[in-house]
């Protein structure tokens, strides 16, 4: 089924999918015995309403990224679903992408090293928004990707933005985030809608080689470089003026791997039918939806703070 309260998006749905119903009225979604899962792509501030209502309908969610705009709501959607055996999903497309999956691999078999920190930037001309800003907006993206790749939460958060196309509403077109971890990794996120390039970019620093993924170009998304700074064994402890003798720069090979390409989104789609279908826990589940909120909270008010970092407590 097909619910949407846009005339003309039934009309092009019906027209596109004639075998699919089309309806403007949830209640029909909610009331009928065939629908075992429901994708919810509504604006944000409808995401916990409408999530709510389908689980109450005893439905299987997938609900648009952020999973909610309040962490109370997010955990009290995670505990409708767990109370009901119910799966509920959280839109964070990239981690279906195949090259992030790549790069979490490669992490977690150790080819880069100890990661040292993360950097991404996702900045383009536009899409404005009035209802939320460039940070909530994009943001979401790189916060989950960095805790994926890193698999931990971070234990501080501080972001810096600038208002400038609708600077009476205080909407921040440009943030730059820092989130720290515990073991002392970081990640650096630059998003933006007024950039006059279309960047999609990341990179990975580790002690033995550094990668760069770059989701615009069409091929060679992933580049590995076999480069760093090495401390030379045996030697002193360095004085100032020695200190350059104890670090060498090691530049070496760059390698582009093959990795097949998959469309993201299908991959998601597919991997919640999987889940409702097996009873299976989702990757992006409500739980790490709700993680992601909370760093997003957290940056929010930091960002209102004038960048004073923000501590995240396990459980906040």
Not at 145 to 174: N, S
Not at 204 to 221: H, I, N, P, S, Y
Not at 272 to 290: M, Q, W, Y
């Amino acid at each position: 089924m097909v619910c949407d309260a846009s005339e003309k998006i039934r009309t092009k749905m019906s027209a596109l999918y004639p075998g699919v119903q089309v309806t403007d009225a949830i209640t029909d979604v909610l009331e009928n015995p065939n629908v075992r899962g429901v994708m919810i792509a509504v604006p944000s501030k409808s995401h916990a309403e409408v999530a709510r209502m389908c689980l109450r309908a005893n439905k299987h969610v997938y609900v648009e990224k952020p999973i909610t705009l309040d962490v109370q709501e997010a955990d009290a959607l995670c505990e409708l679903a767990e109370a009901n055996n119910l799966q509920l999903m959280v839109g964070h497309l990239l981690l279906f992408h195949p090259c992030v999956r790549w790069i979490k691999e490669s992490i977690h078999q150790g080819a880069l090293g100890d990661v040292f920190y993360l950097n991404s930037v996702r900045v383009n001309l536009g899409k404005v928004r009035s209802d939320e800003n460039a940070m909530w907006s994009l943001a979401p993206h790189d916060i989950s990707v960095a805790m994926y790749l890193l698999d931990a939460e971070p234990e501080t958060v501080a972001a810096q933005g600038l208002c400038y196309v609708q600077k009476e509403r205080d909407i921040h077109d440009v943030a730059f985030i820092t989130l720290r971890f515990r073991d002392g990794t970081a990640a650096q996120i630059h998003v933006s809608w007024l950039d006059p390039h279309k960047k999609r970019q990341l990179t990975v620093v580790g002690r033995d080689k550094m990668l760069t993924f770059d989701d615009t170009v069409a091929t060679e998304k992933i580049r590995v470089f076999d480069k760093g700074v090495t401390i030379k064994e045996g030697l002193n402890a360095p004085s100032y003026d020695s200190y350059g003798d104890f670090l060498s720069l090691r530049q070496g090979d760059i390698l582009i791997p093959h990795i097949p390409m998959r469309e993201p989104l299908r991959e998601l789609c597919g991997h919640f039918i999987e889940c409702v279908d097996h009873n299976r826990k989702p990757l992006t589940d409500g739980r790490s939806g709700a993680a992601v909120l909370r760093v997003l909270q957290a940056a929010q008010q930091s960002l209102e703070s004038g960048g004073h970092p923000v501590s995240l407590e396990a459980g906040s």
